[in-house]
């Protein structure tokens, strides 16, 4: 997606600097390739077969057509291939001969809209497919992410590149050469090519050479010191979003060296440009961390908040595959049972899925339903093997179950942190259990429907074949009715046999047709209640028994606050809340927005609301485990805007929901409404304990800090608004989330210098994939076209955990959003004493792999070989830390698996660093 240039085509010839020497201009043939924009999948890959098709015939009938790169990313030659498959044969010569340039990524992704893991994966798939192919272009070609993450560096080197290719994001401070060195916080750093006017500054051929001459002089012109000096060489991108290549491209360059002798103009590839980059000329700056400048080109920065349903399920999938499904799996099943296709199924729906256009959301409404189904088939993926895996960590533990006990649970837990938390199970009715919240009852006669006697025997045959596990059944005479019980079994599922009953209700319609029959749904009932699971060890199981619990959560008398031992919570007047005294937390503030799907643009004129009218608070629970409030309140939004004024006005209900348990530090929050305004943007205000000026947010395998201003350029002014992949913390608060990325920092004193408040965006509801030139950005940034879906019409829920105070963010969000769960229950039965002996040897608890002293990211079988457990961990810190895996050895390899030695359990970790192991069998 290229803007035009702001510099501008308009420079005057005699500013022109004619080279001293001659200069090699690499002409690189590519077509950058958005899988799914402003067209579908299915309708841009019938252009991409066509691509793809001519692209080889022109190979192969043109020697001197020498490269032609495919934008980085093997997801086209897979979808190609899909169509064409007897071409694999055709790609692969071409692969192999280095003139169809392909990977080194899957698929072009988003930095900031997706996990590390996803990313790394990404990266290792792509590298994998292209080595099928003869091996992948081993430059880190990043030419349309919109913005570019700080540990991007270290993946790249631990993935064995030196050098990087990228456009979005680098600092005006970067000048004075075409490449810079660009470091992560652990110090790795490669050598990084800048695309001055981006990804297509060579697009297209003029009618003639000399003229292509002249578009160079210009271009190296306007350009200035990025296009290097005398002897060095230029980068000239010949391609763009979905070009073809153009035959008689190498017979021009022909012709205009032949013109001339200032430059020479070749087919060529990227590894061959960076190499003569890099033998011309150190690099000209350095720069550490992420790039997120707008100075060069536009950031796009709006697509962290555009469609944030996306986000959302982003997030849920992430977290399902992950977090979940992948260490219970590795923990609790056999290495034979590892799911290797339905994970690959889910992965390549998540790969697809991080496209900067799919993730960002920037495209088509029909777009980006593929894109919500996508990531709902990954999760659903991701949940069926979850249960599988709780199944078999049951069945693990059984031995451990005192059947002596009236009601007892093993409970899990996925994360690598020993943790307490609440759980829900379901139990009998009838059975006192010590320590729990009583939550809701399924009693044990529950009516089904009443039918004449004429209708019983259908509605018999309906009932019984619907419900299923009806094993007996009773009728029962009353005078004037008759009542039918069915009682029901799960673990007699189909044994039921009818006949004797509908003989009785047979002669009942024959004597008396119209006699009211009732059916009864009978069960032995079920209570769900709310239980405190303590030191469940991580990465492991332990037994849950009924047990007093001291403490406890409760409502204040008058239902607008509640409290445990660590936070004391109360609900203001305009449906904000305060913790611990710091008041005005999760206020809504809605004002007009005038952008597009890219980024936001206020409203010059009409009102800002703040807070909502009309509050009431009620209790959902009273403790004494969990309390929950839910408080209601109306917001009257107005109704849309029309240029840069805000009309109408709608009123809106808005439900929030304040959850409370009796051990946490925090608050779940929970905010819901039907979203019937439009070009508005929605964010909950954070009052800080302490101002200050600086916010840590989490990106990938990082917390990265930042200051309260950010860089802007001609192409787009500076707007401070950041993007966090779970958590953000500033001025004493810590703030996680579930796909909400976009915060700011906003009233700030006098000077600038600090912020009071913290500003968390909700939903920004725009209708249109890009805007005509407007304040926030005086260059298009893709077709005017509408979005009706980006209004995000209709019921919105957003989920947040706010702690007020010193807290680990990352165990923050494992509390708030990775809960323990049950993996199964037991009730008291008969027993022998050789059963009870063998209980007493049997762990109460247990961890199936200890990892402390870093945050883990992967936790998973090698596909390839599934007796290998493979483990990647993160220091997210400025201090070196110590890995250990207790009582685990095995072999320390980089991200593309290659031995880097051996792992004896522990492994020195320096700040910011990744680090993977290959742990024994």
């Avoid at 009620?618 to 849309?640: C, D, F, I, N, Q």
């Avoid at 457990?869 to 980089?894: Q, Y």
């Amino acid at each position: 997606m290229l803007p035009r240039d702001p510099s501008g085509p308009d420079r005057r010839a005699e500013r022109i600097r004619w080279p001293a020497m001659t200069r090699t201009v690499h002409v690189i043939p590519h077509t950058h390739w958005d899988r799914e924009w402003y067209r579908t999948f299915q309708s841009f890959r019938m252009e991409l077969v066509d691509l793809v098709d001519e692209t080889i015939d022109v190979l192969e009938r043109e020697p001197d057509y020498r490269h032609f790169m495919l934008d980085g990313q093997m997801a086209v030659v897979d979808d190609y291939l899909e169509i064409r498959p007897t071409n694999r044969a055709r790609l692969g010569r071409l692969a192999e001969a280095g003139r169809l340039v392909m990977g080194p990524w899957y698929i072009l992704m988003d930095e900031f809209g997706v996990s590390g893991e996803t990313i790394v994966r990404n990266l290792a798939l792509g590298l994998a497919r292209a080595g099928d192919f003869g091996g992948a272009m081993p430059v880190g070609y990043l030419p349309d992410m919109f913005g570019h993450i700080a540990q991007m560096p270290q993946i790249l080197a631990r993935f064995g590149f030196s050098d990087a290719v990228v456009w979005r994001g680098v600092p005006e401070v970067c000048t004075g050469s075409a490449s810079f060195t660009w470091s992560a916080p652990d110090g790795s750093s490669v050598v990084a090519q800048y695309l001055p006017r981006g990804y297509g500054n060579g697009v297209g051929l003029p009618e003639d050479a000399a003229s292509l001459v002249r578009r160079v002089e210009l271009f190296c012109d306007q350009t200035g010191a990025a296009s290097g000096s005398a002897g060095d060489p230029v980068l000239w991108m010949h391609g763009t979003d979905h070009r073809h290549p153009i035959p008689a491209l190498p017979e021009m360059l022909t012709e205009a060296n032949a013109q001339q002798d200032d430059w020479v103009l070749k087919v060529s590839t990227l590894p061959d440009y960076v190499a003569e980059q890099r033998a011309s000329r150190a690099p000209g700056s350095s720069w550490a961390g992420e790039l997120r400048s707008g100075a060069r080109a536009n950031l796009l920065m709006g697509v962290a908040s555009n469609r944030v349903d996306v986000k959302q399920a982003a997030a849920r999938a992430e977290r399902a595959l992950e977090r979940v499904a992948e260490p219970l799996t590795t923990l609790f099943r056999d290495a034979e049972d590892w799911p290797t296709p339905f994970l690959d199924q889910a992965w390549r729906r998540m790969f697809l899925n991080s496209a900067h256009d799919s993730i960002c959301a920037c495209s088509h409404d029909d777009v980006v339903v593929a894109v919500l189904d996508r990531f709902a088939e990954a999760t659903a993926i991701a949940d069926g093997l979850v249960e599988r895996a709780k199944l078999a960590a049951y069945l693990h533990a059984a031995p451990s179950i005192d059947r002596g006990v009236p009601v007892s649970a093993v409970v899990v837990n996925p994360s690598a942190r020993s943790r307490s938390g609440l759980v829900e199970l379901s139990v009998p009715m009838g059975v006192p259990l010590e320590g729990t919240q009583d939550l809701w009852e399924l009693p044990a006669r529950l009516p089904f429907v009443v039918r004449t006697a004429s209708e019983a025997n259908a509605w018999l045959d309906v009932i019984v074949d619907q419900v299923g596990d009806v094993h007996d059944a009773t009728v029962t005479h009353h005078g004037d009715a008759v009542d039918v019980d069915l009682f029901a079994d799960p673990r007699r599922f189909g044994l039921f046999e009818p006949s004797s009953v509908a003989a009785e209700l047979s002669h009942l319609a024959t004597e008396s047709p119209d006699m009211p029959v009732r059916f009864f749904h009978c069960s032995r009932g079920e209570r769900r209640v709310l239980a405190r699971a303590c030191d469940v060890p991580g990465f492991g199981w332990s037994i849950w028994e009924p047990e007093a619990v001291a403490d406890a959560v409760t409502v204040d008398d008058d239902a607008w606050g509640m409290s445990n031992a660590q936070v004391t919570l109360r609900v203001g007047r305009d449906g904000s809340f305060s913790i611990n005294g710091i008041d005005g937390l999760g206020l809504l503030v809605d004002d007009g927005d005038r952008g597009d799907t890219y980024n936001y643009c206020a409203t010059g004129d009409g009102p800002v609301i703040v807070g909502l009218s009309d509050v009431a608070v009620e209790t959902l629970e009273t403790g004494p485990l969990r309390a929950r409030l839910r408080v209601t309140g109306t917001a009257h939004w107005p109704e849309s805007a029309i240029g840069d004024t805000r009309r109408g006005s709608i009123s809106t209900r808005v439900e929030t929901e304040l959850e409370l348990c009796v051990d946490d530090a925090f608050v779940r929050v929970t905010t819901s409404f039907d979203n019937r305004s439009r070009d508005h943007r929605v964010r909950a205000h954070f009052p800080l304990a302490a101002a200050t000026d600086h916010s840590d947010a989490e990106c990938a395998f990082a917390v990265v800090r930042r200051g309260l201003h950010a860089e802007g350029g001609p192409s787009e002014p500076a707007l401070a608004t950041f993007p966090s992949r779970r958590f953000v913390a500033a001025g004493g608060l810590v703030i996680a989330h579930e796909g909400l990325l976009e915060y700011e920092l906003v009233d700030l004193d006098d000077e600038g210098t600090c912020a009071r408040t913290l500003a968390l965006t909700l939903l920004r509801a725009t209708g249109m994939l890009s805007q005509p030139p407007m304040p926030s950005r005086p260059l298009p940034a893709g077709p005017f076209d509408p979005a009706a879906a980006a209004q995000l019409p209709g019921p919105r829920t957003f989920r947040y955990a706010v702690q007020v105070g010193d807290a680990d963010p990352y165990a923050l969000v494992d509390a708030a959003f990775l809960p323990l769960s049950i993996a199964g229950t037991a009730e008291a039965s008969s027993t022998t004493p050789t059963s009870q002996a063998q209980r007493a040897d049997a762990p109460r608890s247990e961890s199936l792999l200890s990892v402390t002293g870093a945050e883990v990211s992967a936790l998973r079988r090698l596909h390839d070989d599934p007796t290998t457990i493979e483990l990647r961990v993160f220091n997210p810190s400025e201090s070196p830390t110590t890995l250990s895996v207790a009582g685990r050895s095995g072999r320390l390899v980089d991200l593309c698996g290659r031995d880097e030695g051996p792992f004896d359990g522990t492994c020195p970790l320096a700040p910011w660093e990744i680090r993977t192991v290959h742990l024994d069998r």
